[in-house]
């Protein structure tokens, strides 16, 4: 198995629109790590955790099999972005402090890449991986259309890999000597537009787009939301269970 691409053909949508990760995360998890040095951030997509990575490491390399996704990544002068796969990073064997794996797990092939991680990490190296769940909105009645849409309209267009995100990651097999980690919430404050567009992001619906001919279910979202939403600049808080297990080799 090697690791899929779901995401070049959205991939503007998926840098503009995918939820920022908090700092404190990455404040956490350099807390954890034996040094500063270098952070692999693997499956980097657009670059939204290795930017932030870079405000704590001296160096980041990040990696996605998308060109295209990497041509999108948020620009960072500690950040070096390079196409390379998950189970064959191209960095140097006991080089790296850190290896953050965000929303990217379930694609990969895990015991390739958990492989790799042993290989490339420093003694005392930490492995995070995290994933968030479905969106929460603010009000019954949005979350009722959302999560219609997420579950029962794209049901059969997500890929199975999907089993591994938000709490499905707790029962992911870790075989690293497993660290503690305080709560971390993940929200945001979005337009409808900004909602809309995330949605846009999602594997299941680039598939559904390919599946019926350009058709573009998001439209009919958008006109189920408007009505519930208010003004098209309201900001209405969504929210993410958000799962981090970190862990060390030895």
Do not use: K
């Amino acid at each position: 198995m090697t690791t899929r691409d779901y995401f070049s053909a959205q991939a503007a949508d998926y840098a503009r629109y995918r939820p920022r990760y908090p700092a404190s995360l990455f404040a956490a998890l350099a807390a954890l790590a034996p040094d500063r040095l270098l952070a692999w951030d693997c499956a980097t997509g657009s670059g939204q955790a290795a930017a932030s990575l870079a405000d704590q490491f001296a160096r980041v390399i990040a990696t996605d099999v998308s060109a295209t996704q990497l041509q999108h990544a948020v620009p960072h002068a500690r950040v070096e972005y390079t196409v390379a796969g998950a189970e064959a990073s191209g960095l140097a064997s006991a080089s790296v402090s850190l290896v953050n794996v965000a929303q990217a797990l379930h694609w990969l092939d895990r015991d390739a890449f958990y492989a790799e991680v042993r290989r490339v990490l420093v003694p005392n190296g930490v492995l995070s991986i995290s994933s968030y769940g479905s969106a929460e909105l603010e009000t019954p009645a949005l979350a009722a259309v959302f999560t219609n849409f997420e579950l029962g309209t794209l049901q059969r267009y997500w890929a199975p890999e999907r089993h591994g995100v938000g709490e499905g990651l707790r029962d992911v097999p870790f075989p690293f000597r497993e660290v503690a980690l305080p709560e971390i919430p993940l929200e945001a404050q979005w337009t409808l537009t900004q909602l809309l567009g995330y949605a846009r992001t999602w594997s299941a619906t680039a598939n559904y787009v390919r599946q019926h001919g350009g058709a573009d279910p998001i439209l009919e979202l958008g006109a189920a939301l408007r009505p519930l939403w208010g003004p098209p600049d309201t900001l209405r808080v969504v929210r993410w269970p958000f799962f981090v297990r970190a862990g060390r080799i030895g």
